[in-house]
């Protein structure tokens, strides 16, 4: 009878959680608000502990041609935050969601770049060059056009539209739920605008298991370009009220409670 009511609980469960909103918590914000220095070594305005505690640093590591208060100059580099184990421990979980977005204006030269880097991340390359360490790039062109890359660096393209001027909202969503490290290694997203009213681009899939050690921003020889409003969000799923009435009922609300505790650390 223990049994019995232990397989209940759990498909209760189960069927419960399928009713369920998407809750994202912001975990890095950066709003280039300085007077013109460098970028290197300053400090992300919003950096989770979680993030720390896995490892992961606040401070930028920035190639020269980055300025505090997100403008660009002539010089093909990156910049990017220490993750360090907290996206690639949330593969298979239903915390594995992620959403890079960032605003970006290319003037001049080539073009600007978000990314997440696996940890042969480099700020004298962009994220395509040399070995490649990007493992999902949207990147804006000066030309007025978006691509978007799988990767390792260049690879996997995913055409965007043209004609595009001004500023423009990319958004990248590295989606790692299904990660099983055998036939599924997740997959990733690339938006134009917000990836919930704007266009999507394409979908690629992953076909090896990956690393996402850095997320960050690549320039190509762009002047005059810049970043505005760069920010990661962990997206997790919230049972509705309803559900969460049923599963206090089952007895089994303590674990959601716990777990809710944890992800807003």
Not at 31 to 48: M, W
Not at 54 to 63: F, L, N
Not at 85 to 103: E, I, P, Q, R, Y
Not at 112 to 133: C, K, P, Q, V, Y
């Amino acid at each position: 009878m223990l049994s019995l009511t232990k397989h209940w609980i759990a498909a209760l469960a189960t069927v419960c959680l399928m009713s369920s909103s998407l809750f994202a918590e912001v975990v890095i914000v950066e709003n280039f608000g300085g007077g013109g220095a460098a970028l290197n070594g300053t400090t992300a305005d919003t950096f989770s502990g979680g993030i720390v505690t896995a490892g992961g640093s606040a401070t930028w590591q920035a190639g020269s041609s980055f300025q505090d208060n997100g403008a660009t100059t002539f010089n093909t580099q990156s910049a990017f935050l220490d993750l360090g184990s907290f996206v690639n421990d949330s593969k298979g979980t239903a915390d594995g969601l992620f959403d890079l977005s960032a605003t970006i204006s290319p003037t001049s030269g080539g073009w600007l770049a978000i990314s997440f880097f696996n940890d042969d991340a480099n700020t004298d390359r962009h994220f395509a060059e040399s070995i490649g360490s990007g493992q999902g790039s949207l990147l804006y062109r000066d030309t007025g056009e978006l691509d978007g890359f799988g990767g390792p660096g260049a690879d996997n393209n995913i055409d965007g539209p043209n004609g595009l001027t001004g500023d423009q909202q990319l958004t990248v969503v590295l989606d790692l739920r299904t990660h099983d490290n055998t036939t599924d290694f997740g997959n990733i997203s690339f938006y134009q605008g917000d990836s919930e009213t704007g266009a999507l681009l394409g979908t690629h899939s992953y076909t090896s298991d990956g690393d996402f050690q850095y997320v960050g921003i690549s320039n190509n020889r762009n002047t005059l370009g810049s970043f505005s409003n760069f920010r990661l969000e962990q997206v997790s799923a919230v049972p509705e009220p309803g559900s969460l009435a049923v599963l206090a009922f089952a007895g089994i609300i303590p674990v959601l409670t716990r777990r809710k505790r944890r992800a807003a650390s």
